[in-house]
Nanobody
């Protein structure tokens, strides 16, 4: 069965860094992405990456602090987050689809058929 499993979440002080991982099993995807959801907020787009890592998209508000990458042999996607802020506190979710997505579609929650359970990121001030 298809599964997406996140890891790497935790607590960090403002200005610190975290690296998240998402390992997929059961299928190879054309687009992988990270979303996040803070308490009382809607789930929002963070970053996405194409099958071979040649095309990436980032949320405008975070792009200078993020790097999304992948290891295709391990079927794993990574999200490096730097200079974290308290407002980055959220549950971070891995998402995936077999469809090749452009800029606009990649940022839509409805574009993704598969989701992980999420990993908590807490940034303290």
């Amino acid at each position: 069965q298809v599964q997406l499993v996140e890891s790497g979440g935790g607590s960090v002080q403002a200005g610190g860094s975290l690296s998240l991982s998402c390992t997929a099993s059961g299928r190879t995807f054309s687009t992988n992405a990270w979303f996040r959801q803070a308490p009382g907020k809607e789930r929002e787009f963070v970053a996405s990456i194409s099958r071979y890592g040649t095309k990436t998209y980032y949320a405008d508000s975070m792009q200078e602090r993020l790097t999304i990458s992948r290891n295709s042999a391990k079927n794993t996607v990574y999200l490096q987050m730097n200079r974290l802020k308290p407002e980055d506190t959220a549950v971070y979710y891995c998402a995936a689809t077999t469809v090749v997505l452009g800029d606009r579609s990649a940022k839509s929650r409805d574009a993704y058929a598969f989701w992980g359970q999420g990993t908590q990121v807490t940034v303290s001030s």
